[in-house]
């Protein structure tokens, strides 16, 4: 029997795998992988051959001239059930066989390390996977048991991410904390109220620990999201007049701006279709030279790169007051200042319903600000100005901590080896 056991984080924008070595009872390495895939447009008869995982396939999609299959975040449609294949490569892939190779890339990298084949895993869960459907919930947790099968994990258990960010943060403290954790990823935001205490650390069971645990279908994605329809959807000619039939002038329909501020849309719906539709408003509207920048970017697929230069733009904000957002390819050229506030403004609406959910969560739960000893900030979007600000502004006298934004969930997976014991 392996000593070992994986933590494994899969998020919308990043995943993590952490070792634990059961043994020594310590982490003994931790690997991070960005959770994005790429098929190359040419393929050959060996699968593995035909698709890139993390970094290296941004680099190939780039290098391809962006002409193949990019997928990215992939975790938002577990819990579609719309979703139900993609073809590639005339190849069918379902959303577990699109999970699955993210997985095997971690383990694949794991492996190596301990020079084994461990099937033992803790694989981390948002607490909602989508607004609060309690089908579309199990639909995703199916679909992610069945990804952790195809990658070879046998023995799989699940936690909640921000219980597993609890335990990383447990490791850190001297005494027993009431905690408030809040995981703020790419795509949801998650929260979870318990007790941590050292002595308690690695215990069987720690279930009567746990107070409350809640999250909200928010993150770094929403506010691309807000920022792509209030920044960048004015350079791709939202707003296009276009005269539907002699002296009738219409405005092109706003839903066509709304698929480029999702990635999922972006990637699975923006089919072929369109294009006849995208040619005559193009036409009537007289060659609207913003429109045509609309018809730039689905034509060539531009965008990831639109969105990272809008991810440039937020984490920049994220340390300065002042940011420029730019963007020049194929005659699409912008380029304009974001000042912090303007950026607050753009997320106030997703600021304002993390806030509200938060209030409803601890009233739900009777939780008061003074029966928190301290809080604790994980995930990238938790370095957000605007969400610091939350923080600071709702409890003005309690502690903030944070830990690693980036591994702190797949440790705390890794240290839940207890769920194993239970029955
Ligand atoms: N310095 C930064 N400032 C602001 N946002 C950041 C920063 N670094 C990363 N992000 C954002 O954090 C998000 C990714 O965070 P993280 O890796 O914690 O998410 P995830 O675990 O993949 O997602 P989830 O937990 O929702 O599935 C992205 O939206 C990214 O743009
Ligand atoms: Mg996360």
Redesign the pocket.
């Known amino acids: 029997m392996s000593k070992y056991i994986y933590g494994i ?8 795998l952490s070792i634990y070595d059961e043994e020594k009872k310590e982490i003994i390495s931790t690997i991070t992988v960005p ?1 994005l895939l790429y098929f190359h447009q040419e393929y050959t008869a060996n699968e593995a051959t035909n698709y890139v995982v993390g970094t290296h396939a941004i680099a190939a999609y780039l290098s391809d001239g962006m002409k193949g299959r990019f997928i990215k975040s992939i ?1 938002q449609i577990l819990s579609r059930s719309s979703f139900i294949e993609t073809r590639i490569h005339n190849k069918r892939y379902n959303a577990s066989d699109l999970v699955a190779l993210i997985l095997k890339d971690l383990k694949a990298k794991a492996d190596e390390i301990i020079g084994l084949d461990c099937q033992k895993a803790i694989i981390g869960r ?1 607490v909602f996977f989508d607004d609060d459907s309690a089908q579309k919930d199990t639909l995703a947790q199916t679909r992610l048991t069945k990804a952790a099968k195809i990658a070879g994990f046998h023995e799989v258990r699940f936690q909640f ?1 921000p219980i597993g960010a609890a335990f990383a943060y447990e490791k850190t403290i001297q005494k027993k904390e009431k905690v408030l954790v809040a ?8 929260f979870t109220f318990l007790i941590l205490d050292p002595a308690n650390a690695g215990n069987k069971d720690r279930r009567s620990d746990m107070i409350a645990s809640g999250g909200i279908y928010i ?3 929403s ?2 999201s807000a920022f792509m329809w209030e920044k960048g959807t004015p350079y791709f000619g939202k707003n296009t007049q276009y005269e539907a039939t002699p002296g009738k002038v219409l405005t092109v329909p706003i839903s066509l701006f709304a698929n480029i501020c999702s990635w999922d849309k972006m990637n699975f719906f923006n089919g072929l279709r369109i294009q006849k539709d995208l040619e005559n408003y193009y036409h009537y509207s007289k060659r609207d030279r913003k429109f045509k920048n609309l018809m730039t970017l689905i034509d060539n697929n531009l965008g990831y790169s639109i969105f990272q230069s809008i ?1 440039k733009t ?2 920049e ?3 300065l007051q002042s940011s420029r957002f730019t963007y020049e390819h194929m005659e699409i050229e912008i380029d304009e200042q974001v000042t912090r506030t303007q950026y607050d403004a753009v997320i106030e609406k997703d600021i304002k319903k993390i806030s509200v959910y938060l209030d409803e969560f601890m009233l739900k739960n009777n939780i008061k600000p003074e029966d928190i000893d301290s809080l604790f900030l ?7 100005g605007g969400i610091q600000d939350l923080f600071k502004t709702k409890f003005p006298h309690i502690p903030v901590n944070s830990g690693d ?2 591994t702190s ?1 797949a440790k705390g997976l890794a240290y839940s080896g207890y769920l194993f014991e239970e029955n």
Do not use: H, M, Q, Y
């Open positions: 984080d899969f998020g919308t924008t990043n995943s993590a959770s975790k948002p991410e995981d703020l990823g790419g795509g949801t935001t998650d993150g770094g994605d506010f691309d991810e937020k984490i904000l994220s340390d994980t995930g990238g979007t938790s370095l957000v934004n980036f969930v």
